[in-house]
């Protein structure tokens, strides 16, 4: 498991809400991580300095696909705040992420 | 029957066709020459309470009781707790076998509404998992059920489609015998046509409700590379899981007994070669009402009991109180044969069962009661739960069971007043090996009874027709012939 721990130390927002993201990949491929780099990205445009990203990488767990109901990879768990969100995809399209993260109201489709 | 307990050695089976694995599915493996082809995929199609469910668990305890072969469950619509307890009333025991590392139920979920999709995925994750199960049981066997649940619970259907066909080859990669249960289609076997990628294996489950009676059926409608049979077969879900009634050769396979078995009427005796009928026969009774059809057939049970063995009577007419009453008053007494425990007489109404719960009803009678006999009296109520040709094939299978435990069968079947004598309902009497024809007339203000052996296969039967009474000694066939054979 790779722990990967981000605070940003500009923190603009008096807001102190702690979000837990964790992201399952299989494997180091293109998709995996083009999907943390998006995350970080939208992180520290959106959230920065309250947020930690987890990986779990399903090769070196599979045991742990069991406990989020994971299927599709690569899979963004917002598990804090509550309630539980999931965001399925490389998290290339930052609008449909935003929404899916709560971040943004649901315009669209 | 595993075959594994052979032990090693050249088999003397020819090799041909794929190989397959044993269901366990009472009379599916019959109809398929085996079972389910090893290590390919399967589809099982049917609407919901088809038993798709049902048939993935059969298949999966039997591997693992039977063929010690563990299995994985994935289920993608019923948790753990749900499955093991909704197939407990058919005596799957999930919990035990899940407990002894012969099975493993994974519960997957997939609401749509838990869900944002926000790029490109595909469904590795459920590989990933899949793969765990496998591996974590030594599995050789698994069950997805059903796969809709992938399509309708994930965005972008093409990338689903895609990932299910690469699912199948993974499987068939890993040499696992897979049965994924689907959604009957409209104008496609399956909701999604995934018919298109199971090349090996497609079984098409339905319940039709004919005449208020809902009957359940299973047709192979695909085999690769194998001999199966393409008709209709009725099956039930009943206390012992699912049975498929398969209707095989009838009576060929069967050994012919000479031994005969006397019919408990002296003169009809006579009127058959002397001996009586054939063990393991089966004899029709016809005849218009009130002609003594059921006295024929309990005189038949009073002489077996009297001899000491085993007659079960299916009544769908008369309860066993009216019976025993009935054939006190013609010197029957039949509650000394059933405090014997030789005798058991089981009543039901046609109307209340579908044909197939009949059948499967009387097998598990007559599996527990380990007849030598079997009367079913009469046997033309079948007709008001079914149809005629309904009605016939069941009774062709029950008779073809019979046979197979070497059980004599005498079924009545009552013709009515109007119809010629030699119309059997349901055409069944060029299936029977003897067929025994009453009929009345009416003659000088007097009501005069005939007896007649229309058939009788393999015996020198007299082919007179005799005038016969019901005395408080029952059934009295007078010796001589009143007419030579009539046309």
Redo the contacts between chains.
């Keep these: 498991m790779t722990q990967t721990d981000l605070k940003a130390s500009g923190d603009t927002d008096n807001d102190n809400e702690k979000w837990t993201l964790r992201l ?1 990949v ?2 180091q491929t293109g ?1 995996s991580l ?2 943390l780099s ?1 995350l970080k990205t939208i992180c520290e445009e959106h959230l920065a300095g309250k947020y930690t990203i987890e990986v779990i990488d ?2 070196e767990k ?2 742990l ?2 406990g989020d ?7 963004l768990v917002r598990l804090l705040p509550e309630p539980i ?10 609008e ?2 935003l ?2 993260l709560d971040l943004k109201p649901d315009h669209g489709s | 029957m595993p075959d594994t307990e052979n032990g090693p050695g050249p088999s003397l089976e020819p090799v041909a066709g794929p190989v397959k694995s044993p269901t366990g599915i009472e009379g599916f493996d019959e109809i398929t020459g085996g079972g389910l082809p090893t290590g390919q995929v399967s589809l099982v199609c049917g609407g919901p309470g088809s038993g798709k469910t049902i048939f993935g668990v059969s298949f999966l305890v039997a591997g693992a009781v039977d063929y010690r072969e563990p299995g994985v469950f994935v289920a993608f619509e019923e948790t753990e707790e749900e499955l093991s307890r909704n197939v407990a009333s058919l005596g799957f025991n999930l919990d035990r076998l899940c407990d002894e590392g012969k099975l493993l139920v ?1 519960y ?3 609401e749509r509404s ?13 590989f ?2 899949l ?2 199960s496998i591996d974590s049981v030594g599995a050789k066997r698994v069950v997805l059920d059903t796969i809709e649940a ?1 399509f309708g619970g ?1 965005p972008n259907e093409a990338l689903v489609r895609f990932e299910v066909r690469r699912l199948f080859r993974w499987l068939k990669d890993r040499g696992v015998t897979t049965v994924v249960t689907g959604e009957g289609g409209k104008d496609s076997i399956s909701r999604y046509g995934l018919e298109e990628y199971v090349a090996d294996c497609v079984i098409l489950l339905d319940n039709r409700v004919t005449n208020q009676v809902a009957t359940r059926r299973l047709q192979v409608l695909k085999y690769r590379g194998s001999v199966h049979e393409t008709s209709e077969f009725p099956f039930i879900i009943g206390a012992r899981g699912l049975s498929v009634l398969p209707i095989t050769s009838l009576g060929l396979a069967h050994p012919a007994s000479k031994d005969r078995v006397s019919s408990g009427i002296e003169g009809l005796d006579e009127m058959l070669g002397i001996k009586g009928y054939y063990k393991g026969s089966t004899v029709l009774v016809t005849g218009t009402s009130g002609s003594g059809k059921s006295i024929v057939a309990q005189h038949f049970v009073n002489s077996a009991c009297a001899r000491g063995e085993r007659c079960l009577v299916l009544a769908f007419e008369e309860s066993p109180e009216q019976i025993k009453r009935n054939m006190m008053s013609v010197g029957i007494d039949l509650d000394r044969w059933m405090e014997k425990g030789l005798l058991k007489i089981q009543a039901r109404r046609p109307s209340l069962l579908g044909l197939e719960t009949h059948l499967v009803n009387m097998h598990s009678f007559v599996e527990l009661f380990k007849p030598e006999i079997v009367v079913v009296d009469p046997i033309t109520t079948f007709i008001t739960v079914g149809t005629v040709s309904e009605a016939a094939a069941m009774l062709a299978r029950l008779m073809d069971f019979l046979k197979g435990l070497n059980i004599t069968a005498m079924l009545t079947s009552l013709t009515s007043a109007n119809q010629s004598i030699e119309a059997t309902q349901m055409n069944i009497s060029s299936l029977v090996d003897t067929w025994i024809l009453l009929s009345n007339v009416d003659q000088d203000n007097e009501r005069k009874r005939f007896i007649r052996v229309m058939k009788s296969r393999g015996m020198a039967s007299s082919k007179s027709i005799r005038e016969f009474d019901i005395t408080n000694d029952g059934v009295l066939i007078q010796d001589t012939a009143v007419a030579s054979e009539r046309k």
């Design positions: 399952y299989a494997g998709r083009a999907a998006n399903l090769i599979p045991q696909a069991k109901q994971i299927l599709a990879v690569p899979t969100r999931k965001i399925i995809g490389d998290l290339s399209e930052t449909r992420v929404v899916g | 994974d997957i979920s997939i838990e869900f944002e999709a926000a790029g490109e995925f595909d469904l590795e994750g459920l990933i998992r793969a765990h992938l994930l």
